[in-house]
């Protein structure tokens, strides 16, 4: 009898510690929450524990290898994530932390080799196309880096982060088209960080660019432009006249207005675009001026815009609640700028 009742006090007391001891995702939750409060030493011990328990975890490892790449330890960032490259399982993420700490330590060649075996395994991922163009932009390979980010727009046309790139040099370039182009997919796909109200901006500057007075531009600098893109300069040429003195937040309105029907009348069934059919669903549900204000209004001026949105409240809201209620996704087969 007292066998068993010190077996059952052993059994008791073995499920009791067992039932104590936090699982591996547990510790990976505490060390998520530690790098947020920029607390790595302690994140790192709950990553080891975790690591103990499940050395081939995934998740463990690529937060072990970024947990390095914060406190800039890059030699042991890139030891573990090379472990999380070769597991099965290994996602886009892995190959990215991996080629961000390469690049962190200018090894663009191994950085590169990386990309170009992630993209085996992910012909179609948008993060490698992203990481890769960046890592060719920064050894000033320029017209491979652009080619790279318009790839993964073309093959990973949800993934913001290509739109981003690709906005960013066509404005540096002065391709004002591309810039409008790129970087309003890219203000759906992403709406609220800080790289959103930069290309908020850039849009700005692109229209008024666009629609200015005729300049001549040198031979060299003059893009070679798509039909697609073509179609839509030929209706913004119609509409430069409204600009010779100014353009304002209403001539805005007006010109995307006349782009949406002229396109939807003559070029739809040619060139059937998601964003167009969303201004058209937006006009509909008489929210367009109120998406055109979330897009232009504080970059033409904050004042002017609070203004407008003290003045239009209900559809303002209305606006907001639409924008919360659905995630943009561009779908595929609607690359046009070959």
């Known amino acids: 009898m007292k066998k068993l009742v010190f077996l059952f006090s052993l059994l008791v007391s073995v499920a009791q510690t067992m039932a104590q001891t936090p699982t591996v995702k547990e510790f990976q939750a505490s060390a998520m929450a530690l790098m947020q409060q920029g607390d790595f030493s302690n994140a790192m011990v709950a990553l080891e524990k975790a690591k103990a328990l499940e050395p081939q975890n995934l998740e463990t490892l690529k937060n072990i290898a970024f947990c390095h790449f914060l406190q800039r330890n890059f030699a042991e960032s890139i030891d573990a994530a090379k472990l999380a490259i070769e597991l099965p399982n290994a996602d886009q993420q892995s190959f990215q932390i991996l080629g961000m700490a390469y ?21 179609d991922g948008g993060i490698i196309y992203s990481e890769y163009g960046e890592s060719l932009m920064q050894e000033n390979k320029k017209d491979e880096a652009i080619a790279t980010w318009e790839k993964g727009i073309e093959l990973a046309p949800s993934y913001s982060g290509n739109y981003y790139h690709a906005a960013k040099y066509y404005y540096k370039e002065m391709n004002w088209i591309r810039v409008l ?67 304002t937040m209403d001539h805005i309105g007006s010109i995307r ?45 904050e004042d002017a815009y609070n203004n407008w949105l003290n003045t239009h409240a209900e559809e303002a ?11 943009y996704r561009q779908p595929g087969g609607q690359y046009y700028l070959n």
């Open 257 to 301: 207005t006349r782009l949406l029907m002229e396109w939807m009348s003559d070029n739809a069934k040619q060139f059937p675009y998601q964003l167009f059919s969303h201004w058209q669903h937006m006009i509909r549900e008489g929210i367009f001026e109120a998406y055109n204000q979330w897009l232009f209004g504080a970059a033409f001026g």
């Open 103 to 123: 690049k962190s330590i200018a090894d663009y060649a191994s950085a590169n080799k990386l990309y170009k075996r992630a993209l085996k395994k992910f012909p």
């Open 181 to 247: 182009i790129h970087g309003e997919l890219f203000v759906n796909l992403e709406s609220y960080s800080a790289r959103t109200d930069e290309v908020k901006k850039a849009l700005l500057d692109a229209y008024k660019n666009l629609l200015r007075p005729i300049v001549k531009t040198p031979y060299h600098l003059i893009p070679k432009y798509s039909e697609f893109e073509k179609k839509q300069l030929a209706i913004y040429d119609k509409t430069k006249q409204q600009v010779a003195d100014g353009l």
């Open 317 to 327: 809201q209305k606006f907001k609640a639409f924008q919360q209620s659905r995630i």
